[in-house]
């Protein structure tokens, strides 16, 4: 019997976040092998699209039923993220797409799908844009799913979970308020003043940003920056360690 497009959306309706573990070849989640490239960790960019076909009525699941928002205008809510990853990477997501661990994507409970949102950490206050397009988690106490490389930008993949803020973007006006808090880039550590000079020096044949070695706790640290522009700060990390400076990484502290 051929399905119809419609019936094969309702099969794939559950998020890959449900118990649904026959659809997975895996029992558990995983950590990828790899960390995420630095164009993988660009925000999503927010426009105008809409709702999909699939993942957009009302829902139950484990008994519980769900509501599915008309609308994500001022929609804002704070609470526990996660992350999902190996185990649902390459599977369906609820309206149907290919959920992509590497992508800037999320799933939540009552938002329409697609829909995309400010998530910010409050522990650091780093923050991602991701596009929802998947139905989840299904956990009393958390209220958003995150993609792999969205959890790895907002630095919560150790613990696993963190309190964030949710803000839905209104795609109808230009995007508001999505600079980047103040970064940097750490290139080397030491405990020696005259070492770190050296190294600030060789530096400035490299990059055009301003050097800084900043003295904490015995540790001189030498650091690129400030940077308030995603993209410039991917940028720049990605030409150094090209450079010969494999190590450098970033960093939110002065």
């Known amino acids: 019997m051929k399905l119809s497009i419609p019936c094969l959306l309702l099969i794939v309706f559950i998020s890959a976040?449900?118990?649904?573990n026959s659809r997975y070849q895996q029992k558990n989640d995983s950590t990828?092998?790899?960390?995420?490239t630095s164009s993988e960790l660009l925000n999503a960019v927010p426009k105008s699209e809409?709702?999909?076909?699939?993942?957009n009525k009302n829902y139950t699941v484990r008994g519980k039923n769900y509501r599915v928002l008309s609308t994500s205008k001022n929609?804002?809510?704070t609470g526990i993220a996660s992350w999902y990853g190996n185990k649902f990477h390459g599977h369906l997501t609820s309206n149907g797409e290919i959920y992509n661990m590497y992508g800037m994507s999320a799933a939540h409970k009552n938002l329409p799908l697609p829909t995309?949102?400010?998530?910010?950490?409050h522990l650091n206050k780093k923050f991602v844009i991701v596009r929802v397009n998947d139905r989840g988690p299904f956990h009393e106490n958390r209220v958003i799913d995150l993609s792999y490389s969205a959890a790895f930008k907002l630095d919560m993949l150790k613990k696993g979970t963190a309190i964030v803020t949710i803000e839905a973007i209104d795609t109808s006006t230009p995007l508001k308020n999505t600079r980047l808090p103040i970064g940097y880039i750490q290139v080397f550590a030491t405990q020696h003043k005259h070492i770190a000079k050296q190294k600030a020096q060789q530096l400035k044949k490299v990059v055009?940003?301003?050097?800084?070695?900043?003295h904490k706790n015995g540790i001189y640290r030498v650091k690129i920056g400030p940077f308030m522009d995603q993209l410039k700060l991917?940028?720049?990390l990605t030409q150094l360690k090209k450079s010969?400076?494999?190590?450098a990484f970033k960093s939110y502290i002065n």
């Open 17 to 20: 976040c449900s118990s649904q």
């Open 32 to 36: 990828p092998t790899r960390i995420p």
């Open 50 to 55: 809409a709702h999909s076909r699939g993942g």
């Open 75 to 77: 929609f804002k809510q």
């Open 116 to 121: 995309y949102v400010k998530v910010t950490n």
């Open 208 to 214: 055009t940003q301003q050097i800084k070695t900043p």
């Open 234 to 236: 991917e940028q720049a």
């Open 244 to 247: 010969g400076y494999p190590k």
